[in-house]
């Protein structure tokens, strides 16, 4: 247990380098009278955290009276962390420092086929990002990977990701990237992405629903991300739809998954006659005024207008982010979503399209690797 001393001296820093982090740089004075903290105590604890290069020297202030004021900065080049996003198709990576900023990123097309192989690509793609942003290894706080699914951290197994290779990716990850690792599901970090960054800024409530290659849904309950009792809160695709053909497919994925998302807009193309091969294909051909190709737009817009009410039934949010490959396409769909919302009731929900683009895992996943450094930096500091 922490002494009074070591426990009050921690709770200074933290005050100290939380105020820099949110406002930059300022002089001693102005870092005391904006934390009632007296000026030799502030003086002592910058001191400490110059030392230990959480703190550094950016400028004076000039044009006051007395004696020139040093400006000091939170050092966000201090440590760095490792925001991941793992899907299907893709897998995208992001070195960021204390505050978040990215300061190296690789992408690359997911090509594995084993756990072992995802692993080690995963850690590959991590290593060159902070090689390439000239971050040594050693300074890599901890990571987040966000992954389709929902991970259980005692059993160490990931469950419902059927696009993923094998439940032991957790163990895999861990293991390649020898850092502090933490797995959270994917649309749950593309919350945190659109609480921190986009849509869901200054909202207390709001819940993003992607369609893409899957369907997720990541809720946010006063402030927080709300992920239920067993981490499966918001997995929308074992919903039930009544156009979900019975079979293995839509046990494993779910109905509304095998109808809405990505590949059930080719089948339901293909089915009309089109010959294409990818939803981007189908959208691509609606936006060039193909008959066909809107029949089928319209239908996927029906689909998630009815997928959005039961949403908004269930949790009222202040407004619904849609996201995904499929769900970015609210110019397309939101005609024929806001057509199927009015059919089925009094609830309008407010929708808005994110415009985080394919990088609203990467920036939750950054964000919430930023608190856990900072976490950890505190633990440390205060084990001293």
């Known amino acids: 247990m922490l002494g009074n001393p070591r426990l009050l001296r921690v709770l200074n820093e933290r005050q100290l380098l939380d105020r820099l982090a949110a406002h930059g740089p300022a002089a001693r004075a102005d870092l005391a009278k904006a934390t009632g903290l007296s000026k030799p105590t502030v003086s002592a604890v910058l001191a400490g955290l110059e030392e230990d290069g959480l703190v550094h020297l950016v400028g004076e202030v000039l044009g006051r009276p007395g004696p020139v004021s ?149 809720i946010v309950i006063n402030g927080e991300l709300y992920v239920g009792a067993r981490g499966a809160a918001g997995e929308v695709s074992y919903l039930p739809a009544a156009e979900a053909p019975e079979g293995d497919e839509t046990l494993e994925r779910g109905a509304t998954e095998t109808v809405a998302a990505a590949p059930g807009v080719v089948r339901a193309a293909q089915a009309a006659g089109l010959r294409l091969d990818s939803a981007r294909e189908v959208f691509a051909a609606a936006a060039g005024g193909d008959p066909v190709a809107l029949s089928v737009v319209d239908g996927e817009g029906r689909r998630i207008g009815g997928l959005l009410v039961a949403v908004a039934a269930v949790l009222d949010p202040e407004v619904i982010v849609l996201t995904g490959g499929v769900g970015h396409n609210l110019d397309l769909l939101g005609r024929s979503i ?33 608190a856990r450094a900072w976490e950890l930096i505190f633990e440390l500091r205060g084990s001293r």
């Open 70 to 218: 040093s400006l000091y900065d939170l050092n966000a080049a201090a440590r760095h962390v490792a925001g991941i996003d793992i899907g299907r198709d893709w897998i995208r990576v992001a070195v960021a420092d204390l505050r978040a900023a990215f300061v190296g990123r690789t992408d690359a097309r997911n090509t594995a086929r084993t756990s072992a192989e995802l692993a080690a690509c995963v850690a590959e793609l991590t290593r060159q990002a902070a090689a390439e942003a000239g971050v040594e290894w050693s300074s890599i706080a901890c990571a987040v990977v966000g992954a389709p699914g929902v991970y259980d951290p005692a059993a160490g197994l990931l469950s419902l990701a059927p696009n993923l290779p094998g439940p032991d990716l957790g163990e895999r990850l861990a293991a390649a990237l020898g850092v502090e690792l933490v797995i959270e599901n994917d649309i749950n970090l593309a919350a945190v992405g659109e609480m921190a960054y986009g849509e869901g800024r200054g909202k207390a409530n709001f819940a993003l629903v992607s369609v893409g290659t899957g369907v997720g849904m990541g």
């Open 338 to 370: 806001q057509r199927r919302i009015a059919e089925l009731g009094p609830l309008r929900p407010q929708v808005v399209a994110s415009a985080l683009g394919d990088s609203g895992v990467l920036l939750g996943a950054v964000a919430h690797a930023k």
